[in-house]
């Protein structure tokens, strides 16, 4: 009897601590080459993907635009944030669209478009795996108007995957994630790429009510006693070799 209360002691502490199991993301970003294909594509994510999506039980979807001053997007651009509990969920999501007959309706212009007047130019997709420290999507807690709002997506890349894998530790065991949350910084993902186009690299996104607040809390950041001791620390030198800033901006009809 002894025996056996341990172990049931064990089994629910083992239960207990176990490490969250991390979600998977999907960032589709579609080219568009002129207004047309941008109020056609948006139609498309609003009445036909969107509710597709959240019939299949994924309700946070996120759409997002660059911001107009944002000098480093080119032409226009539309970033589809898809989270999923595992990589069977994602793939499972074209074969349901494709039996969703509410969907088939209503995304009728984009999916039966002819090859004369397509709904976009090009789409690119990147597929991530959350940190274990940050291991599921967390909506942002904003409180202004969303024309005003600020979402920052980064993307660190390394100079190989042992050093790439020396970055994905400096935010989790080296306390990165820890400092975002501290500082209050609305982070809503952070992710490992495990495919896409600029491998290997992490991405993470941040959120803030408006620029202003964001200049802020940047500053607090790189002020934090946590990141001056962070970036003195030898074993996490040299770890980025290129990082990328994406000023971007929600739709009106994003979930996020």
């Given amino acids: 009897m002894f ?3 341990v172990l049931v002691i064990l089994v629910g502490f083992t239960t207990f601590v176990s490490p969250a199991k ?3 993301f999907q960032i589709k970003i ?4 002129n207004k047309e294909q941008e109020m056609r594509l948006d139609a498309y994510l609003k009445d036909a993907y969107i509710p597709s999506l959240h019939r299949m039980g994924i309700k946070s979807i996120g759409v997002f635009k660059p911001i107009a001053s ?3 997007s080119y032409g226009k651009l539309i970033y589809v944030l898809t989270p999923v ?3 069977n969920q994602l793939l499972a999501i074209p074969k349901k669209l494709n039996k969703d007959a509410a969907y088939l309706m209503a995304g009728k212009d984009y999916i039966d478009a002819e090859y004369t007047n397509p709904p976009y130019s090009r789409f690119e997709n990147i597929v991530l795996e959350a940190f274990s420290d940050a291991p599921k999507l967390t909506l942002p807690k904003l409180q202004g108007p969303k024309s005003e709002r600020i979402y920052e997506l980064r993307s660190y890349e390394g100079h190989t995957e042992k050093i790439y894998e020396n970055k994905v530790k400096m935010f989790n065991a080296g306390g990165e994630v820890a400092l975002f949350s501290r500082l209050g910084f609305n982070a809503v993902f952070y992710g490992e790429v495990i495919s896409g186009s600029h491998m290997p690299n992490l991405m993470y ?4 009510d408006n620029k202003t607040s964001r200049d802020a809390h940047w500053k607090d950041f790189v002020q934090s006693p946590e990141w001056i001791k962070l970036i003195a620390d030898p074993d996490y030198k040299n770890n980025v070799s290129k990082n990328t800033i994406y000023f971007i901006c929600p739709t009106e009809y994003s979930d996020i």
């Avoid at 579609?30 to 080459?33: A, F, P, V």
């Avoid at 996104?205 to 803030?208: E, G, L, N, V």
């Fill in 3 to 5: 025996f056996k209360t």
């Fill in 22 to 24: 991390r979600e998977f």
């Fill in 30 to 33: 579609y080219h568009l080459d």
């Fill in 70 to 72: 944002d000098t480093l």
């Fill in 85 to 87: 509990k595992d990589i």
């Fill in 205 to 208: 996104m941040t959120t803030f």
